[in-house]
Each structure stands twice: as C-alpha cells, then as structure tokens.
C-alpha cells in the first residue's frame, strides 16, 4: 500500500481528527475537528457516489431532503443549516470511506490518538492536566474533549477495535481511560462491542451484556459514586422527546433551540433525537444500520467497534460529537459500500445472526 494511498490520507484525517485541540477559542474541542473534516475530506479524499450501495444512498438523501423540509416547514430554517451542514460533511466521511478497500489504518490512526489521551486522562486524575489543557476542579477527566462522558463516547469503540484486533497496547491506556472518565453508557457500550464479535452463540451475548451492566452499575454504588440522578434526567429527557414526536418533525436544531441549557441540549440518544427534529426523515436515517446489521458484518472487530457505536447512539450523543459523529460515518460508509450487487457471506448469519441462537 502506497504511502499516498486514499486509505492512508484517510487515516492522517482520522488521526488528526482524533486530537484536535485549539486551546483560548471557545469551542476548542469541538470546532478545530470540524474544520478539519470538513476541510480535508473533500481536497484529499476520492468522493466517488458509486460506491456507496444505492439504496443506503437513497436513504441518506432522502433524510437530508425531509430534514431540509422539515427545518423550512418547523419555522427555525437557520437553525437549521449548521446540523445539515454537519450531516452532509459527515456523509462525505460515508463516501470517502465506501472508496477505500481497507478501513484499519484510519481506525489504527484513531486508536492512536485516542489512546494518548487515555494517558492525559490519567495526567488529568493525578492533577498534573498538561498545559494549555484545562480541567475545571472536581471534573472528570475528559483528555482533549469536552467532558468525560464525550471522552468515554470516544474511548468505548476504540477500546472494542483494540481488544478484537489485539493490540494490547493501545487497549491498557483506553481501558484506563474507560474507567477514569465513569460513563455507565460507554462501558455498556464496550462491553456490548466486545460480546457481539466474540463467536458465541447470541442467548450468552445478551446474558453477558445484561451481567456486564448489573456489574457496572454494583461497582459504582459499591464506590458511593451516584448515578441515579443522570439515569433519572435521561429518562425525563426521553419522555419530553416521545412527547414532542410529530410526523413532519420540528426542524434540524429545534430540541437545541428549545432547551438551551447544559445537559438538555441534547435529548441524549441521537436516534431519538432525529426523529423528533426530522420526523419521518429520521425513519430513512436509522434505517441505515439497521440495514448494516440485517446484512451481517464479516469483520468482527469491525462490527464490534459498530455495535458500540450504535448502542451509544440509542442512549447517548455520538453523531453529535465530531470525532464520534467522523468515526461511526467512516465505520458506516465501509460497511455499506458497493461491492457490484454481491454481498459477502456473513458469520454472524441471518437478521442480526439470531438463528444462532
């Protein structure tokens, strides 16, 4: 492989999106890593539309259009156009990603970047935060992010990717990480990415999924740390986003503009979330991975890292975090990229392998 192949370009975007950091500006870990997706995926990247299957391409489209309409339609069009914006660089992500044969440098390159700052995360717990890197006193630790939970956002799947493909040293500073930054929804996450690509039969998978969580949950209120309260908040958020569902949606940005306020802007499960900004729209959006699922995934650590993603995406914000949002659009366009109408025979066999069980 070439040094200046496109799956090498696409993974020095992937590592520098990794760790981007622009400290003094207000949004430093979050717009540097949008500038540089947005900037450099199109000038380095091959963004041939051929490649992605056509039907996931018509269901991206036809998303978009409605969250356009949706957006005119709800009365809040401006707030409208930075999420799409956001949505169509993320897109170009699918497409640069549909046209690269081999995945694993970009990921290796995330993992790298992520990895280090499990080793600021422990900077961070011993108070030694690197400079120009602030941590507020009693935060978590967060690395180049904004707050922990986005940290463990990021540190779940790459944890699931270097497990499965056994790289021992990159998984002890995640691992670390993991466990510094406290989020109950990244461990499950994690735990839930290493089950699916471990080969065994799929009534153990959920068993070790629901005994992995019961365990998390013991071992914080074994170490007195409360959790109740950010269940309990999730919870009410998800009830006011159930009671705002409409079929033509609100608008892309609406929840953000209506709850303005630290942890409610976000509904805090982007599935949930589309749906009520996009309404039907956001049926063709989640259809997506559920078709990457239904077909089956043949790369187990792979489709680990995807399954962490996905759940986080049902209980959490990733697709509203750059790095995140950049990593399970490049794990997507791969996965449903064209390969001439013949897919590939799967392991996990049939919807989502359930015939295992």
């Given at each position: 492989?070439r040094?200046?192949s496109?799956?090498?370009?696409?993974?020095?975007?992937?590592?520098a999106v990794?760790?981007?950091?622009?400290?003094?500006?207000?949004?430093?870990?979050?717009?540097?890593?949008?500038?540089?997706i947005?900037?450099?995926?199109?000038?380095?990247?091959v963004?041939n539309?051929r490649?992605?299957?056509?039907?996931?391409a018509a269901?991206?489209?036809l998303g978009?259009?409605?969250?356009v309409?949706?957006?005119?339609?709800?009365?809040?069009?401006?707030?409208?156009?930075l999420?799409?914006y956001f949505?169509?660089t993320l897109?170009a992500v699918?497409?640069a990603?549909?046209?690269?044969d081999?995945?694993?440098?970009?990921?290796?390159?995330?993992?790298i970047g992520?990895?280090?700052?499990?080793?600021?995360?422990?900077?961070?717990?011993m108070?030694?935060s690197p400079?120009?890197?602030?941590?507020?006193i009693?935060s978590?630790p967060?690395?180049f992010?904004f707050?922990?939970e986005?940290m463990?956002?990021?540190?779940?799947?790459?944890?699931?990717?270097c497990v499965?493909?056994?790289r021992?040293?990159?998984?002890?500073?995640l691992?670390?990480?993991?466990?510094l930054?406290q989020?109950?929804?990244?461990?499950?996450?994690a735990v839930s990415?290493?089950l699916?690509?471990?080969?065994?039969?799929?009534?153990?998978k959920l068993?070790?999924?629901?005994?992995?969580?019961?365990?998390?949950?013991?071992?914080?209120?074994a170490a007195?740390i409360?959790?109740?309260?950010?269940?309990?908040?999730?919870l009410?958020?998800?009830g006011?986003?159930?009671?705002s569902?409409t079929?033509?949606?609100?608008?892309?940005?609406?929840?953000?503009?209506?709850?303005p306020f630290?942890?409610?802007e976000?509904?805090?499960?982007?599935?949930?979330?589309?749906?009520?900004?996009?309404?039907?729209?956001?049926?063709f959006?989640?259809a997506?991975?559920?078709?990457?699922?239904?077909r089956g995934?043949d790369d187990?650590a792979?489709g680990?890292?995807?399954v962490?993603?996905?759940?986080e995406a049902?209980v959490?914000f990733?697709?509203?975090v750059p790095?995140?949002?950049?990593?399970f659009?490049l794990?997507a366009?791969h996965?449903?990229r064209?390969?001439g109408g013949?897919?590939?025979?799967?392991r996990q066999g049939?919807?989502?392998g359930l015939p295992?069980?």
């Amino acid at each position: 492989m070439r040094l200046f192949s496109p799956e090498y370009r696409l993974a020095a975007i992937s590592g520098a999106v990794s760790v981007a950091y622009w400290p003094f500006i207000f949004a430093a870990p979050t717009m540097p890593r949008w500038w540089l997706i947005a900037a450099l995926v199109p000038i380095f990247c091959v963004l041939n539309q051929r490649r992605i299957d056509p039907l996931v391409a018509a269901l991206f489209c036809l998303g978009l259009l409605w969250a356009v309409m949706a957006s005119v339609y709800g009365g809040h069009p401006y707030e409208g156009v930075l999420p799409v914006y956001f949505l169509c660089t993320l897109g170009a992500v699918a497409m640069a990603s549909s046209n690269v044969d081999d995945i694993s440098p970009a990921l290796f390159a995330a993992a790298i970047g992520i990895s280090a700052q499990g080793v600021v995360c422990a900077l961070q717990f011993m108070d030694a935060s690197p400079p120009y890197v602030p941590l507020p006193i009693g935060s978590k630790p967060s690395g180049f992010f904004f707050n922990s939970e986005v940290m463990g956002l990021a540190t779940a799947p790459m944890f699931v990717w270097c497990v499965m493909t056994r790289r021992w040293a990159l998984s002890v500073p995640l691992l670390a990480a993991l466990i510094l930054c406290q989020s109950k929804v990244s461990m499950v996450g994690a735990v839930s990415g290493v089950l699916w690509a471990v080969p065994i039969l799929w009534r153990w998978k959920l068993a070790g999924v629901l005994v992995g969580a019961a365990l998390i949950f013991l071992a914080f209120t074994a170490a007195s740390i409360p959790w109740e309260g950010t269940a309990s908040h999730r919870l009410t958020l998800w009830g006011a986003a159930l009671y705002s569902l409409t079929p033509v949606g609100h608008g892309m940005g609406w929840w953000f503009v209506s709850h303005p306020f630290g942890y409610e802007e976000f509904v805090h499960s982007d599935a949930l979330q589309i749906l009520v900004e996009a309404g039907i729209g956001g049926v063709f959006f989640l259809a997506i991975p559920v078709i990457i699922l239904w077909r089956g995934i043949d790369d187990r650590a792979i489709g680990g890292l995807f399954v962490a993603l996905c759940f986080e995406a049902l209980v959490s914000f990733p697709i509203h975090v750059p790095f995140t949002g950049f990593l399970f659009f490049l794990v997507a366009g791969h996965l449903c990229r064209n390969r001439g109408g013949v897919y590939l025979p799967q392991r996990q066999g049939g919807i989502l392998g359930l015939p295992n069980f």
